[in-house]
């Protein structure tokens, strides 16, 4: 099937039941600018903190997280995980893998987004990172049927650096060449997890448009967040009522960032952030 790579590592079953099938290559019929050179090669190392991290991707693609299909084979929601990283790698196991099997678990095809890094040091950082997440938002609505995914119910799911691409993302035009219409580029639902410079001072990136066309929004991050201050959420909350954009807030005490999934000892909200974002799309309609 045209784009699809399948790996004989992904076929490997996963923890859950499940199994990540096939990578979509985004650009089959090539990159759009700006590109990461090929050279040095893709690689994941773990650093002394436990902590998996992906870099030098020059191929976007998504990773395909596909729970068994139940015997109605009914349509199901999606999520599209963006990880962060800050536009050098990618953290795409605690903000990536484990957040999609999390989801498969209850019913969600999940797709992992594995989109352009390092670009930090691009004139623009989120550039092909947003041109990468708007192509995989058309790609998973355009092939709907081929996963049992219902089109009118994908979910967009940034962490951080990530967080930043899914706002931008979502909230603006379609960018890359050959684009659609704007709608089929856009989730049905935003999810942002302790997301990385989404204002500057009392003002919302200069970016993204929040109007009409802007999905409804999640907010999730720590008020002891040093890198995402909760201050910049809150202004992008605020910005979201203003444009009458469905929208809610959570920020926790503590739980600083980048926690991901990563276990926390004795549990607490941060351990709970899942459980809240999966009960605002069921209440959404996922």
């Not at 650009?27 to 700006?34: I, N, R």
Request: net charge negative.
């Amino acid at each position: 099937m045209p784009g699809i790579v399948i790996s004989l590592l992904l076929l490997a079953c996963l923890s859950g039941g499940t199994a990540a099938a096939a990578e979509i290559n985004l650009w089959p019929d090539g990159v759009p600018e700006p590109r990461v050179p090929a050279e040095p090669a893709e690689k994941v190392e773990v650093g002394k903190d436990g902590i998996s991290r992906r870099s030098h991707v020059s191929t976007p693609r998504l990773v395909v997280f596909a729970p068994p299909q139940q015997g109605d084979a009914k349509p199901r929601p999606a999520v599209i995980v963006v990880p962060g990283g800050g536009f050098n790698i990618l953290a795409d196991e605690h903000e990536g893998s484990d957040v999609c099997r999390w989801f498969n678990d209850r019913g969600f095809a999940a797709f992992l987004l594995l989109y352009r890094v390092p670009t930090g040091t691009f004139e623009i950082p989120n550039a092909a990172p947003v041109l990468d997440a708007q192509k995989a938002v058309h790609e998973v609505r355009r092939r709907a049927a081929e996963f049992a995914v219902d089109p009118a119910k994908i979910a967009l799911l940034g962490f951080s650096a990530g967080g930043q691409t899914a706002l931008v993302a979502a909230d603006s035009p379609a960018r890359f060449p050959g684009a659609p219409a704007d709608d089929a580029c856009r989730p049905d639902a935003l999810v942002l997890i302790y997301p990385w410079k989404v204002a500057d001072g009392d003002a919302v990136r200069d970016d993204i448009t929040l109007d009409a066309k802007a999905p409804p929004t999640f907010i999730l991050q720590a008020a002891d967040d040093k890198a995402s201050p909760a201050d910049n959420a809150a202004v992008l909350y605020r910005g979201l009522l203003a444009a009458k954009v469905p929208a809610e807030i959570h920020i926790l005490e503590t739980g600083g960032h980048g926690f991901g999934m990563k276990p926390q000892a004795g549990g607490g909200v941060v351990a709970d952030w899942p459980n809240v974002t999966l009960e605002w799309l069921r209440r959404r309609g996922f």
